[in-house]
């Protein structure tokens, strides 16, 4: 479970911007108790802010130190893609990333500092009794590991100026490092977008990768959830029962979704090919019943959230049975208002997210306040010089925001800032009605 996240100088992020997950109200289901902490960790959390605020370079920023991890050996030959504060001194200045996780009940800490030529700083610790301890500490290219962790040494063979220590060492399966790299690198995310082709080298008709977000790759996905196991669609699974049982829930969520929809058919498409060799495409059909009779759509004519949320679907099984974490952005541009407060609620019941997985979201979806808590939600704000101003409700209000506070009321009558500043003058002159 992620407890703490920081981040500055990337992108509209200057000065350091912290996530925290940690609870302030513990008394609830949704805040899980984490005993080796002394702490609750919370499964979701709401990210708010006006257009260009830099919600999304929040998230962003956690997708790009996990796919940091993954490929820093072998695709940062050149440069370090890293975006810095495009103002002031964030041209010179270094990046720096903080990750906290709790993994099998002990809390690792995880700090990078990096520029464009080289990283600078590295460094993974763990509490296994609540003392801090190294695993290993990285300056420029003098390594430093614990005492005991002699399997971990290769990792000095392979670092560069622009490898990350972690990425080098998570090849040397030690449990002390791979617990925590497995489960940053479990991260999922949706609408975040792709890391720039610069952090991949990707060559020109390439397929996106698999920790990328593509449509298409996710449709896939699912049809093997949806798809009968006797069909030559390939099937994640290990067994008839394990496939039933997957077949059910993803059929169950798909539900939430249109409560019309009775189950998934596959459509076959045959293409022939230049070379004449012939592809045979699958496109599911989704089954609607109403009271007198059944009829099966094409899925290009459902409604765009029933689309989004059949794609959704593989990513939240995962997530939920893997108890990792799920970081969607802009909820609202793919999902009802309903579905998304649904979503929400799957990752608050202990009932559907036994494991504590995590859900972390942007959007501008007002409604969804009326099922955050006070320690939920999050808001950005761009101040003068541009840079995003990161800061928790929690925080930003004190103790006058109760537990009982409306805050979808209370937001949009500008109690927590964050909201659009429109001179609705300068709009009318800029548009020609008013001279």
Not at 19 to 47: K, Y
Not at 273 to 287: A, D, E, F, N, Q
């Amino acid at each position: 479970m992620l407890i703490r996240f920081e981040v500055s100088n990337f992108r509209s992020i200057l000065d350091q911007a912290e996530l925290s997950m940690v609870a302030v109200d513990r008394d609830r289901p949704a805040a899980r108790e984490a005993a080796m902490l002394g702490e609750h960790i919370l499964t979701a959390a709401g990210i708010y802010g006006p257009n260009a605020s830099g919600k999304s370079n929040v998230v962003a920023a956690l997708q790009w130190i996990r796919d940091a991890v993954r490929l820093s050996v072998r695709a940062w030959d050149e440069s370090i893609p890293i975006e810095p504060f495009a103002f002031g001194d964030g041209p010179s200045r270094s990046t720096e990333f903080t990750v906290e996780l709790l993994v099998h009940d002990v809390r690792y800490e995880y700090l990078v500092e990096l520029d464009n030529e080289r990283v600078r700083y590295e460094g993974l610790f763990h509490y296994p009794e609540k003392k801090r301890r190294r695993i290993f500490e990285r300056e420029e290219l003098k390594l430093t590991l614990q005492r005991g962790l002699g399997d971990l040494s290769g990792t000095r063979q392979l670092l560069t100026d622009r490898t990350m220590a972690l990425s080098a060492a998570r090849r040397f399966d030690d449990p002390s490092v791979s617990g925590f790299a497995n489960a940053l690198l479990g991260m999922r995310t949706r609408g975040v977008g792709p890391m720039p082709r610069s952090m991949v080298h990707a060559q020109a008709g390439d397929r996106p990768t698999d920790w990328w977000f593509d449509s298409s790759r996710d449709l896939e996905r699912n049809d093997s959830l949806f798809a009968d196991l006797f069909d030559d669609v390939e099937v994640e699974t290990g067994s008839e029962a394990e496939h039933e049982k997957n077949r059910r829930e993803a059929l169950a969520l798909l539900q939430m979704a249109d409560l019309g929809i009775e189950d998934v058919l596959f459509a076959e498409e045959h293409h022939v090919l230049s070379s004449g060799k012939v592809l045979t495409t699958r496109l599911p059909r989704l089954v609607h019943r109403s009271s007198a009779e059944s009829a099966t759509l094409d899925f290009a004519v459902e409604s765009a959230g029933t689309r989004n949320w059949y794609v959704l679907i593989g990513l939240l099984l995962s997530t939920l049975r893997s108890g990792s974490m799920l970081v969607l952005d802009e909820i609202d541009a793919s999902l009802h208002p309903t579905l998304s407060a649904q979503l929400i609620q799957l990752f608050h019941d202990s009932a559907t997210n036994p494991l504590g997985a995590q859900l972390i979201f942007t959007t501008h979806d007002t409604s969804l306040l009326n099922h955050l808590n006070r320690d939920e939600v999050w808001f950005t704000e761009k101040s003068g010089s541009g840079a995003t101003r990161l800061g928790g409700l929690a925080e930003f209000a004190g103790e006058r925001v109760r537990k009982s506070q409306n805050l979808e009321n209370a937001y949009l009558h500008g109690r927590f800032g964050a909201l659009p500043d429109i001179d609705r003058a300068d709009l009318l002159r800029a548009l020609g009605m008013i001279a």
